[in-house]
């Protein structure tokens, strides 16, 4: 009842304290007063942007202004509020207010007349899709890590005005909200602008057009900032659009591009960090070598226009900027993506068959043979995202032995969800039909504004698609229960075979001690961590042990150990000595095991030739499908 006396009043406040601003991001409603950001780049030689945010209509009590913890995308907390300073807040009238510090994000400011204009410094020198680099070639900005924002006022709109050094030959692009000022854009809300990384530079811009089945087109554009040779830009150009051509085939539409078009933000010079960041209508791409090598990312990154941005797992939304983000299901955010990125290239033709294979295996056999599937699930390596997505800690963990990157595992599950899809129901029901209905049920509904998901899906909603999909009830349970939230893994060699791929151990017979290696200075002192499950782990062996004795011969080299465990055979037992790192020394038995390394060939190139329904399959699998 309160609600229904109040809410109109409150409407008619706001709209009549709202000056002659609205938002144009298209609705033509009056909504409150956008906060409005000015971006200065005088300081660009330092690495230093100068901001200034107004926030008005603020609600009574302090004002409580936030620099984020975590970025859409990366799912470590990287403190954006340790490269902020210099920061002040003055009410409408100038008057400069008191700051106090609640937390180490946090500026709250109190004393004002319903206005907070604040202003502060931000310094950043890393090109890469999650912070912030400025030179005097560029701003290339996460927003994350650029702009301060206000709690409570997180679905207000914003309008940003950047101002370029003088003589400088920037220009724009971003997939915020144009405006009739070059240098002016917005954003419907808090979630959008900071969705939307922005490059100021003297970039080279490529573009084409593409259609939806329902006649709507967008425009695909790649902002290049880059010293390739131009050759090179070409090339990359026109590998993306190939891969933006053959990736729609897989969903059957593009997505609602909300500002009518999707952005590249291809970042490739010298002193770049490697990357590749999602977000709704645009990624950022970037790297040191030449831009003709950013394919693959490019691939990778599109396909979450689709899974992630709007297939969007339970747990990421909305996305939170003051915590770290747990999610389910990043092996199908990042892994079945990272599986689609590599099949992409190859249906378009980027990619010959033996690479794709190649890639694949790889996936596969990582999986297989990774000591990390002993402890965690697919879903509970997602888990340690926010523990190694570009994480930084001092304490040394085991993940080296305990995890195994969701992107593989993911891209593994992917794999095998494929090819048993395409085994029991002889090419049928594929992957690409999952993730078309995953898009249907779960991407495609329309949210209420730009910069949100509907519909974000959970592990069930995963298992109950694939029931509807296969159209076999018990496969679905089964290969959900056993391969996506269980530690099994399905039989890669037998489903390769279909598609006249021979999975095959690499070093069958050979005796294997397990994965040593060492440090040049010290050559026979263990340098990493032993998998449980080896011979060495089980003979009680650890990082940092010299061994000095091996099968009653003295050893002081890797090359040594290895020469002596070759002289066995898989199953036999020798006898070790080695010191401890606090100068105990011990013994042990170590009992060899079977090298379990594993490789994928062509079957035509093995010696063998490739049946008429390999081939079928693997045409299949791995061709084109335009039309
Ligand atoms: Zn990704």
């Known amino acids: 009842m309160c609600h229904r006396l109040i809410a109109p009043l409150v409407a008619l ?39 200034a945010v107004t926030f008005s209509g603020v609600p009574a009590g302090p004002l409580q202004a936030r620099m984020s913890r975590s970025s859409p995308g990366r799912y470590a907390l990287h403190e954006f509020s340790k490269n ?3 920061v002040h807040a003055f009410d409408s009238k100038g008057k400069e207010l008191t700051v ?69 030959n920037w220009k724009v692009a971003t997939q915020l909200f144009p405006t009739s000022d070059p240098w002016t854009y917005t954003a419907p809300n808090l979630q959008y602008l900071l969705d939307s990384p922005t490059e100021l530079s003297d970039y080279k811009l490529r573009e084409f057009t593409v259609k939806n089945p329902d006649g709507k087109s967008f425009a695909i554009r790649a902002a290049i900032h880059t010293d390739s040779p131009d050759s090179d830009i070409e090339a990359y150009a026109s590998g993306v659009e190939k891969i933006v051509k053959e990736m729609v085939t897989v969903f059957g539409e593009y997505p609602q591009f909300d500002n009518g078009n999707y952005t590249f933000l291809a970042d490739y010079l010298p002193t770049n960090g490697g990357d590749g960041m999602e977000h709704r209508n645009s990624t950022v791409v970037s790297g040191r070598g030449n831009v003709r090598n950013g394919l693959g990312t490019a691939s990778h990154e599109f396909f979450h226009a689709w899974n992630v941005e ?32 590599s099949l992409i290239m190859g249906r378009a033709g980027l990619s010959d068959v ?31 995202a926010p523990f190694t997505d570009a994480a930084r800690s001092v304490d040394p963990t085991n993940f080296s032995t305990t995890f195994i990157s969701y992107y593989t595992y993911g891209g ?97 017979g050979r005796a294997w001690i397990g994965d040593l290696r060492a440090n040049q200075d010290s050559p026979s002192r263990i340098s990493n961590l032993q998998a449980p499950g080896t011979p060495a782990y089980e003979a009680g062996l650890e990082q940092e042990d010299q061994i000095t004795e091996l099968d009653g011969k003295p050893v002081t080299s890797l090359q040594e150990i290895a020469g002596i465990v070759a002289s066995h055979k898989p199953g036999e037992t020798i006898a070790v000595t080695f010191k401890r790192r606090s100068g105990v020394v011990q013994t042990s038995k170590i009992t060899l095991k079977e090298d379990p390394a594993l490789e994928a060939v062509l079957v035509e190139e093995s010696g063998g030739s490739l049946t008429a329904d390999q081939k079928a399959f693997r045409d299949a699998w791995l061709g084109s499908k335009q039309r």
């Open 84 to 86: 902020v300073y210099d």
């Open 13 to 51: 406040l706001l709209v009549s304290s709202l000056s002659a601003q609205t938002p144009s991001t298209g609705s033509g409603q009056a909504g409150p007063a956008p906060i409005v950001y000015t971006l200065t780049f005088a300081n660009a030689a330092h690495h230093v942007a100068d901001v």
């Open 100 to 168: 106090t510090r609640p937390n180490p994000y946090q500026w709250d400011v109190a004393g004002h007349d319903g206005t907070v204009r604040m202003t502060y410094k931000v310094f950043g020198d890393l090109v890469d899709g999650t912070y912030l680099a400025i030179d005097p070639g560029h701003a290339h900005m996460n927003m994350p890590a650029t702009l301060m924002w206000a709690r409570k006022l997180e679905d207000r709109p914003s309008r940003l005005t950047f101002t370029p050094p003088a003589g400088s």
């Open 412 to 508: 593994a599950v992917a794999l095998g969800l494929d090819l048993s899809l395409r085994d029991k129901t002889n090419g049928k029901v594929t992957l690409d039909d999952y993730m078309r209905a995953l898009w249907n049920a779960h991407g495609k509904p329309a949210a209420k504004q730009p910069g949100l998901v509907a519909k974000p899906y959970s592990l069930t909603d995963l298992r109950d698609l694939l029931i509807e999909v296969s159209g076999d009830r018990a496969f679905a349970e089964d290969f959900y229960k056993r391969y996506m939230i269980g530690r099994e893994v399905v039989d890669y060699a037998r489903l390769f075979q279909r598609a006249g791929v021979l999975l095959r151990a690499r070093n069958a």
């Open 310 to 341: 709007r297939i969007r797992p339970q747990g990421l939304e909305p996305f939170n900027y003051e915590e770290a983000n747990l999610t389910d299901s990043l092996w199908v955010a990042e892994g079945f993506t990272q599986y689609y990125g």
């Open 354 to 384: 033996k690479r794709s294979v190649a890639g694949m295996a790889g996936l596969a056999t990582a999986v297989i043979n990774g000591p990390g599937r002993q402890f965690r699930s697919p879903v509970e390596m997602s888990h340690l």
